[in-house]
C-alpha cells in the first residue's frame, strides 16, 4: 500500500544509536510514512533491534542482507518502499518531532522536487545549530554551492519526489565515499523547483570513526580515489563541460582529492610507487598547486628522484 513517505535507513552496526533514531521517526509528527530499515549485515544487536521494531508497529519493514556498503543498503531500501517521497537517514543521527512535516510541507508549497532545511552538528555534547543557506534555490546553483562546500550535500536532510529519480533513471552510484553527493547532485540536475526551509529538523552525529573521518591509510586512499572516480562519474554521466561552472568545480574537488591522496601516499613509504604510477596516468602540470605536488609531478616522470629522500631533506611532504 502507497503511503506519503517512505524513510530509508541503512543499518550496521550501530546498536548504540539505533533505537533512538527509529524512536525520533516514530514521534514525527507528520506520520503518514513508513520505515524500511536496511540491516547490512551487522555483526552486533542491530539487526534485531530491528525486528524488534517491526514487530511492534506495522509501518516498519526490515530488509536484512549481507554486508554490501551504504550504496547497496540505500539501493535496496528504495527498491522495496512505496512512498511517493523519500527520506533518506543515517542510523546513528536522530530528528526533531517536525523534520518531515517540515520538508514535506516545504515541498507542497513549492511543488518543489526537493526540499531542504538546516540541521544540528552533534559532538559528545556540544551541538551546534548549521545554516544550510543556498546562494539561490536555482538547482544549478545549489550543485555549485555543494562542491564550495557552502551548503551540504547529505542525503540526510533533503526529502524528494519519487518520480525525480525513476523518471530520469537515476542510478546510485558504485562506490559509497561521498556517494550521498553524488545522489544529491544527480537529483538536482532533473528537479524543476526546490524549497529550502530555514530551519534546523536533523540531528547530524559526528562521528570521528565514521568513513569519512577514518585515519587508516589504506581505507583513506581508498575512499580518496572513489571520491575522485564518483565525480568523475557525475561529469561523464550529465556530459558536462570542463569549461562550465559546474564543470569547473568538479575538476577542482577530484584535483584537490587527488593531492589530498598523494599526500597520503607521500607518508607512507609503501605507497609511493603507486604515487608515481597515480600521478603520472592521472595528474597534467595545470593541476599542480603546492611545491610538493610538483615534486611528484617531476618524480612520475623522472624515475631516478626518489621523493621520500626530498621530502626529509626539504621537508615538502605537509605542504
Request: with cysteine.
Amino acid at each position: 500500500m502507497a503511503t506519503n513517505i517512505s524513510v530509508i535507513i541503512p543499518v550496521y552496526n550501530v546498536e548504540k544509536y539505533l533505537r533512538q533514531c527509529i524512536d525520533s521517526v516514530l514521534s514525527q509528527t507528520f506520520q503518514d510514512f513508513e520505515i524500511i530499515l536496511v540491516d547490512d549485515g551487522s555483526t552486533d544487536s542491530s539487526g534485531k533491534i530491528c525486528d524488534e521494531y517491526a514487530n511492534k508497529d506495522n509501518r516498519i519493514r526490515v530488509v536484512h542482507k549481507p554486508n554490501g556498503g551504504l550504496v547497496s543498503a540505500r539501493k535496496v531500501g528504495f527498491e522495496v518502499s512505496s512512498g511517493e517521497y523519500i527520506s533518506n537517514i543515517d542510523s546513528d543521527d536522530w530528528l526533531e518531532p517536525n523534520h518531515l512535516q517540515v520538508l514535506y510541507e516545504g515541498i507542497k508549497k513549492e511543488n518543489a522536487d526537493i526540499s531542504f532545511a538546516d540541521f544540528f552538528r552533534n559532538e559528545n555534547e556540544r551541538q551546534v545549530y548549521i545554516n544550510n543557506i543556498p546562494t539561490s534555490i536555482e538547482p544549478r546553483q545549489i550543485i555549485l554551492d555543494f562542491f564550495n562546500g557552502k551548503i551540504h550535500a547529505g542525503l540526510w536532510n533533503k526529502l524528494y519526489r519519487r518520480a525525480l529519480f525513476e523518471e530520469n533513471k537515476i542510478s546510485y552510484p558504485k562506490y559509497d565515499y561521498f556517494e550521498d553527493m553524488h545522489t544529491s547532485i544527480s537529483l538536482m540536475m532533473y528537479a524543476n523547483e526546490v524549497a529550502y526551509i530555514p530551519v534546523a529538523t536533523y540531528h547530524y552525529r559526528y562521528n570521528s570513526f565514521s568513513l569519512t573521518h577514518n585515519k587508516d591509510i589504506v581505507a583513506r586512499i581508498k575512499s580518496y580515489e572513489e571520491f575522485v572516480l564518483n565525480m568523475l562519474d557525475i561529469k561523464d554521466k550529465f556530459n558536462i563541460d570542463s569549461n562550465s561552472e559546474i564543470g569547473q568545480a568538479i575538476r577542482y574537488c577530484v584535483n584537490l582529492h587527488k593531492r589530498l591522496l598523494i599526500r597520503k601516499y607521500f607518508n607512507h613509504k609503501t605507497y609511493i610507487k603507486g604515487a608515481l604510477q597515480y600521478y603520472k596516468s592521472s595528474f597534467n602540470l595545470r593541476d599542480v598547486r603546492t611545491i610538493g605536488d610538483f615534486v611528484f609531478y617531476m618524480a612520475s616522470r623522472w624515475k631516478y628522484l626518489y621523493p621520500y629522500k626530498i621530502k626529509n631533506k626539504y621537508r615538502l611532504g605537509n605542504q
